[in-house]
């Protein structure tokens, strides 16, 4: 079983519409929690944390259920800026990033 | 500020024969990781400096690859002898010792074998 699966898309959504993404990791000792975006040939960026409270950034609403090692990503109101690959990230208590596959995410005008 | 810069942005060497990839960490980011993705796969950890000792290199594939940072500032990735399947995107990354979570990532180096 891989450390970070997330579903790899593509999730093909017409602007407007809300997006979620899901992630599920094995290490249950895993102590901090990310969402990465990546453009096309670009290098990762950091979207947001994930807290167990839940945060939330504009559009950008992210979630963490350490009981089930699950964690979400919400995008509402998609923006065909949205169109990207989004990468859950764990990261591990030597502060060892493991990252998922990533989620392929195209906005359709 | 200057970001996390890497070099060179994309090489093109044939099999067997070796590349040096270098990664200059934000100023005053004692931690430096290595990372690489190759085609289809997702990104892999390598390995992570603090200041100039390697911490952890679980991630290096196999002895063809060789990390440093000398002085514990920049550091450089080689790959001796290059094979088909080291093609791919290597990232390096950089944090303060302090926040581990604030992570900055170079543009990544593209190296395509052969």
């Known amino acids: 079983r891989k450390e970070v699966e997330q579903d790899p898309g593509p999730f093909n959504v017409p602007e407007g519409a809300t997006v979620a993404f899901n992630c599920t990791y094995s290490?249950?000792?895993?102590?901090?929690f990310f969402w990465y975006r990546q453009d096309c040939r670009k290098e990762p960026k950091l979207l947001m944390s994930?807290?167990?409270s839940g945060n939330e950034d504009g559009r950008f609403t992210a979630q963490l259920n350490r009981a089930s090692q699950y964690i979400s990503l919400l995008i509402r109101d998609s923006k065909l800026s949205d169109s990207a690959t989004y990468l859950c990230?764990?990261?591990?208590?030597?502060?060892?990033?493991?990252f998922g596959k990533g989620t392929r995410l195209h906005i359709l005008p | 500020e200057a970001g996390v810069t890497q070099f060179p942005s994309h090489s093109v060497i044939e099999k067997g024969q070796t590349v040096t990839l270098r990664c200059d960490p934000i100023s005053g980011h004692d931690n430096l990781y290595w990372y690489r993705r190759v085609m289809g796969k997702e990104i892999k950890f390598l390995l992570h400096?603090?200041?100039?000792?390697?911490?952890?290199e679980s991630g290096m594939p196999n002895n063809r690859f060789l990390a440093e940072r000398t002085g514990g500032t920049y550091s450089t990735l080689k790959v001796q002898p290059a094979e088909l399947e080291d093609s791919g995107v290597y990232f390096c990354?950089?944090?303060?010792?302090?926040?581990?979570?604030?992570?900055?990532f170079g543009e990544g180096s593209w190296l395509t074998v052969v």
């Open positions: 400096f603090v200041k100039e000792s390697k911490q952890d």
């Open positions: 990230v764990v990261m591990n208590r030597d502060d060892k990033i493991i």
């Open positions: 290490n249950s000792a895993s102590q901090s």
């Open positions: 994930v807290y167990s």
């Open positions: 990354a950089s944090s303060q010792v302090w926040a581990p979570n604030t992570i900055y």
